[in-house]
């Protein structure tokens, strides 16, 4: 079975700053991997996401994600963060191989960027 | 092009009364799932749908139950509600089972 575990449940960091979300993942099989955000009372937007190729994705708003094997993981950064970064973000994981459609999500880390 | 459309977006109901929620998918989408959203946890998968048939259930009791449709529109039926479905149910749609999937907004349930 699949399973995420997002390192941080809530990252302050000042406006302007670097910003690391962490996501470490369980499969025993190849993998997708997602980052989705969800602003308040909306749905999720994907971010980016690992299916094959380049261990390094890039994504919308200056986001990207580095997709480990070894040590299974799929962090997110951002090299400098605004005020509008504020929100919730969450990775998933599925398995291309059997149904891609049934994502395993963690529970989410809250980013709040400070002025 | 639209996106994924949900309706409604808010919804309150009793305990033990049913609810049907209904999506939309991308145009030229085939692929429709479900999944329940409590505060403060990630989105639980809840079905997948792929043709009109049902490709994928999650870990939900039989009182959840979805269908789909010719134009591969869905419905997501919930019986017996109970307080604890209160949540934020997503839909996302796929080309395909193995395709990437995009949200909609949700449809927010309330069970008092």
């Known amino acids: 079975a699949q399973s995420v575990t997002q390192l941080d449940s809530q990252v302050p960091v000042f406006e302007e700053a670097p910003v690391e979300l962490r996501c470490n993942y369980s499969s025993s099989v190849s993998v997708y991997l997602f980052w989705y955000v969800q602003y308040p009372n909306q749905g999720l937007q994907l971010l980016l996401k690992y299916l094959s190729g380049s261990t390094l994705v890039k994504g919308i708003n200056g986001f990207e994600a580095e997709f480990n094997k070894s040590q299974t993981s799929f962090h997110l950064r951002k090299p400098s963060v605004h005020i509008s970064d504020t929100a919730e973000y969450f990775c998933a994981v599925s398995d291309p191989n059997t149904n891609a459609g049934k994502s395993t999500f963690g529970d989410g880390t809250t980013l709040t960027v400070k002025p | 092009d639209a996106g994924v459309t949900q309706s409604p977006t808010h919804l309150i109901k009793t305990r033990g009364q049913q609810v049907t929620l209904r999506c939309s998918p991308i145009s030229g989408h085939k692929s429709v799932s479900w999944y329940q959203q409590v505060l403060g946890q990630g989105p639980q998968f809840i079905f997948q749908?792929?043709?009109?048939?049902?490709?994928g259930r999650g870990n939900f009791p039989d009182r959840f139950s979805a269908r789909q449709f010719p134009n591969y529109s869905s419905e997501l039926n919930v019986n017996a509600l109970l307080l604890g479905d209160s949540a934020l149910y997503l839909c996302a749609s796929s080309l395909d089972p193995y395709k990437t999937q995009y949200f909609g907004p949700g449809t927010r349930l309330l069970v008092l």
């Open positions: 749908y792929y043709e009109k048939e049902e490709r």
